[in-house]
């Protein structure tokens, strides 16, 4: 998780450190997907202990969380946040019935992404039920270089966006599969606009493929959608030829509704 201290005011009088410190506190809780002690919060945000133990006083009597013991955890109220953005956002609602369709007719998991803070954040999801160690939802983050998604939405960008972007980024390996090479990478992104999809075979997590599309408006890439596979069942010409024309469809109808929002 990104620390507090790489969101310095740098003498921004306008800057609001308190709500910050709140807003990071909430965010582990997103990260951790379980209850929380002040130590770990701390630990994970970089805040020292009595700041933390202070927002998470001020989230408890404002009924956004709860303390069990030492440990604290989110309560229902805290969805109107995250569900303010969806209901605002024509793309995600009007994307969710498409993904919905989507996963039906190919009994797979697909979802819609955009760029936030150098990650993916997923902001529509359509899923079966499947065993796999990464659980995606609406809100998960995942990497950019290293997904489908991903790389379809970096292939957008311009090639300095794309160099700042890998000086900037640890390049993890996050499997025995994951590219870390700069150099590759940008070739990567560079074969990915050429042929408007990328196909991720087991580079975030062995055992899962994917493959994505950009959903283009007038201005350029807005987002991305992908559907995952596991790569025991679907092989990679079957995500190419059965999958991505599916999806290449749907990527055409948000594009419409992209241009008309």
């Known amino acids: 998780m990104e620390q507090l201290s790489t969101l310095d005011a740098q003498g921004d009088p306008e800057f609001m450190t308190s709500l910050a410190r709140g807003l990071a506190v909430l965010r582990c809780f997103a990260d951790e997907r ?3 002690t002040i130590a770990q919060a701390s630990r994970l945000t970089g805040l020292s202990r009595p700041a933390v133990k202070r927002c998470l006083h001020t989230l408890v ?3 956004y969380a709860m303390q069990t013991g030492a440990h604290y955890a989110l309560r229902p109220k805290v969805l109107a946040l995250g569900y303010a953005y969806m209901s605002s956002s024509s793309l995600a609602m009007r994307a969710q019935p498409l993904l919905d369709q989507l996963r039906d ?3 797979e998991s697909c979802s819609l992404g955009v760029v936030e803070e150098d990650e993916v954040y997923y902001i529509a ?3 079966v039920s499947r065993i796999m160690s990464v659980a995606l ?3 998960s983050r995942v990497p950019l270089y290293c997904t489908s998604m991903g790389r379809v939405l ?3 960008q311009g090639r300095a966006a794309q160099e700042a972007y890998l000086r900037r980024t640890p390049l993890v390996a996050l499997t025995d599969k994951t590219e870390t090479d700069p150099a590759a990478l940008l070739a990567i992104f560079d074969r990915v606009g050429e042929e408007g999809c990328a196909i991720v075979d087991q580079e975030l997590e062995v055992g899962l493929r994917s493959v994505a599309v950009p959903v283009i ?3 350029g890439v807005h987002a991305a959608i992908n ?4 790569a025991g069942r679907v092989s990679l010409t079957e995500l190419r030829t059965r999958y991505l024309p599916a999806l290449k469809r749907v990527a055409r109808d948000l594009a419409m509704i992209v241009d008309r929002a």
């Open 154 to 156: 970096l292939a957008g």
């Open 125 to 127: 999801r359509a899923e």
């Open 137 to 139: 939802r609406v809100g």
């Open 34 to 36: 379980q209850p929380m």
């Open 217 to 219: 408006g007038r201005d």
């Open 227 to 230: 559907i995952g596979v596991p």
């Open 105 to 107: 007719d190919l009994h």
């Open 61 to 63: 009597r404002l009924g």
